[in-house]
């Protein structure tokens, strides 16, 4: 259904459309602007009355002698001060004929101090190349308005006319360039300090995930083996009835269970201790695979492991560790029986893991999982810079890691 638009609508978004539009090309002056303008129109209007004047009707300058005549440049200085901000250039630009007028009148001060206001604000709110080249412009006139009068009335009298533009010109413009410059430096150093909080925040978070992600990694690796097999031998002992069976079953419950709470103890005990000795306790070796693979045929797994290396750094021995404790535990979830090979080989500077299981796609697994534990061994590979791969090859699932020998500053535990 199509809607209709009333002539009293359309009227209202084109206003609103045209408003908007004038509210962009002519922003409103600050507030304290305005006030500055009244408050200079007002305190040179009272100097007008009191007949306070910088020119005595006597000087040569003065060429309009009315008594109203200050008054024009003075009104059309107060009306360039809203514009000190939104139109610098424009602002300073009609000051100086309005002050130029003034010169051939009897004058009023308060001209003359809205001037150099707003010759310090062009330096201040305009682009920066307007910003730099209003001070050298006015400082030029400066020098050339005092050399070039002394050097023609040859009278160093002269020299006076260049100092009157630079206390009018120069000095508030060089005053605005040194103001903008602190200005800028401050603004730097605040979007410093900002990018420098960002970076940090950036650096804290990814501390952090880095470190979720390190205590997942443990907490998976160090129970799941556990867990797996007691729930493998659980499910035996409610399923066959047979005293035998269930008390070994048991007693190989008993054993993970036991073995499961000494691991997590030890992470625990990793976490809270704040020294780091805990450390070196609760950091397997690749001594340690021995028992491991013990362990995996106490569970019921027919491993055999060849080992052929030499020493590897920590790194390398914790990952090759875990990568070799996750695949027998995934073996004893879901490989089909037979035998479980675990190959160790040191080549071309890499330490190269393999573990081979029985597979026959389309068995239910004995126990269930999350995934997470192939995500895990790719996860320590990449951070020691090497590569994994887990993918069936001809009967068997086959599991490959190749660890660079190399010492890295990264966390790879």
């Not at 306070?52 to 008054?71: G, K, M, Q, T, Y």
């Not at 009068?149 to 005053?175: C, K, N, S």
């Not at 002992?237 to 048991?250: G, K, V």
Request: proline share 7%.
């Amino acid at each position: 259904m199509q809607s209709k638009t009333l002539p009293g609508e359309h009227a209202g978004r084109s206003r609103a459309v045209l408003d908007e539009g004038m509210t962009l090309a002519l922003p409103r002056p600050h507030r304290d602007d305005l006030r500055i303008a009244l408050g200079g129109l007002f305190g040179g209007m009272l100097l007008w009355l009191l007949g306070i004047h910088p020119r005595v009707p006597s000087d040569p300058l003065v060429l309009w002698h009315a008594p109203w005549a200050p008054l024009l440049p003075l009104v059309a200085m107060a009306a360039c001060e809203p514009l000190r901000r939104i139109r610098p250039r424009i602002g300073v630009a009609v000051g100086t004929l309005a002050l130029t007028l003034d010169t051939v009148t009897l004058g009023n001060v308060v001209t003359i101090v809205m001037y150099t206001d707003l010759m310090y604000a062009a330096v201040l709110y305009s682009s920066p190349a307007s910003a730099r080249r209003i001070p050298w412009t006015t400082g030029m006139l400066t020098v050339v308005g005092g050399v070039v009068p002394a050097a023609i009335w040859r009278d160093p009298q002269g020299l006076l006319i260049g100092v009157g533009i630079g206390v009018v010109a120069f000095a508030p413009a060089a005053t605005g360039w040194v103001v903008r410059n602190h200005r800028d430096a401050a603004e730097a150093a605040r979007l410093r300090a900002e990018q420098t909080a960002l970076l940090a925040e950036v650096d804290r978070t990814q501390a952090v995930m880095a470190e979720r992600a390190r205590m997942a990694r443990e907490l998976h690796d160090m129970v799941a083996n556990h867990l797996s097999a007691i729930a493998i031998h659980s499910t035996a002992a409610l399923s066959l009835d047979n005293p035998q069976t269930s008390r070994d079953a048991l007693s190989v419950i008993r054993q993970n269970s036991v073995d499961g709470l000494a691991e997590m103890r030890r992470l625990i005990g990793i976490l809270r201790d704040s020294s780091g000795d805990l450390e070196p306790a609760a950091t397997p070796t690749l001594d340690g695979l021995a028992a491991l693979v013990k362990g995996a045929c106490a569970n019921g797994l027919d491993v055999r492991l060849e080992a052929d290396h030499g020493r590897v750094p920590v790194p390398v021995e914790l990952a090759a560790y875990r990568i070799v404790q996750e695949s027998l535990t995934n073996a004893l979830k879901h490989a089909a029986p037979g035998p479980v090979l675990v190959r160790l080989r040191q080549a071309d500077g890499t330490l190269q893991v393999t573990v081979t299981s029985p597979y026959r796609p389309g068995d239910t697994p004995r126990a269930p999982g999350s995934g997470s534990g192939l995500t895990g061994m790719r996860e320590r590979a990449a951070l020691l810079g090497g590569g994994f791969t887990a993918a069936p090859e001809a009967g068997l699932w086959s599991v490959r890691a190749t660890l660079p020998l190399t010492e890295t500053e990264g966390d790879l535990s």
